[in-house]
């Protein structure tokens, strides 16, 4: 059984979980928490896979549009609404993380008996 991790220094300004880093994956029992060493990480992947769905659905509509007849209008559409979808998703990619990370700052401050007057 290893020791607890001790509280942070308030003044370093760094959390067990930003030193750890990766390292932090790899903690079976759970001392530290991996979401604040990774979340930019988790969210520059969710921005690059959003964007190349949203590439996705432009290419889709000027292959529809190619094709003619009624499917220029079906194309036109796909063509305005791709980067509307795209800012949807990620919008929801980044309120989705700040959850996440907001729920583990309440609880190392709670952990920690930090904010107590």
Request: hydrophobic fraction near 50%; charged fraction near 10%.
């Amino acid at each position: 059984m290893s020791a607890p991790t001790p509280p942070p220094d308030p003044s370093s300004g760094r959390s067990p979980a930003n030193v750890a880093g990766l390292k932090a994956l790899f903690d079976f029992n759970f001392d530290t928490f991996v979401t604040p060493s990774i979340v930019k990480i988790v969210y520059m992947i969710a921005t690059l896979l959003v964007g190349l769905l949203t590439l996705g659905l432009v290419i889709s509509a000027f292959t529809t549009m190619a094709q003619g007849g009624g499917a220029v209008v079906l194309g036109l559409l796909l063509l305005v609404a791709a980067p509307i979808i795209g800012l949807i998703y990620l919008a929801f990619a980044r309120m989705s993380l700040e959850l996440y990370y907001a729920v583990i700052r309440l609880s190392e401050d709670v952990h920690h008996g930090r904010g107590r007057l």
